[in-house]
């Protein structure tokens, strides 16, 4: 039987795999997503193209949001009895 440590513990490693997933997908391989264009700012890019970048962030921001939370469970569950 599991205890409730174990169980935050590995919920918090599910969010950090699914964080780190979302941050490489969508922080590291996006200079791949235009195309080769590349472009000192996110104005230089097309309407389409502008749009792409701005989700793209926010799903990299989301995965960075859940690595955060998942180490904080992680650390958590060291204190749960």
Do not use: H
Request: net charge positive; proline share 1%; aromatic share 14%.
């Amino acid at each position: 039987m599991c205890t409730l440590s174990a169980t935050i513990n590995s919920i918090g490693l599910g969010l950090d795999i699914v964080g780190a997933t979302l941050l490489l997908f969508f922080w590291v391989a996006p200079q791949t997503a235009f195309a080769g264009q590349v472009a000192t700012n996110e104005f230089e890019y097309n309407e389409r193209d502008r749009k792409k970048l701005k989700r793209m962030k926010w799903v990299a921001w989301l995965g960075f949001g859940l690595m955060i939370l998942g180490f904080v469970l992680q650390l958590v569950s060291n204190y749960v009895t």
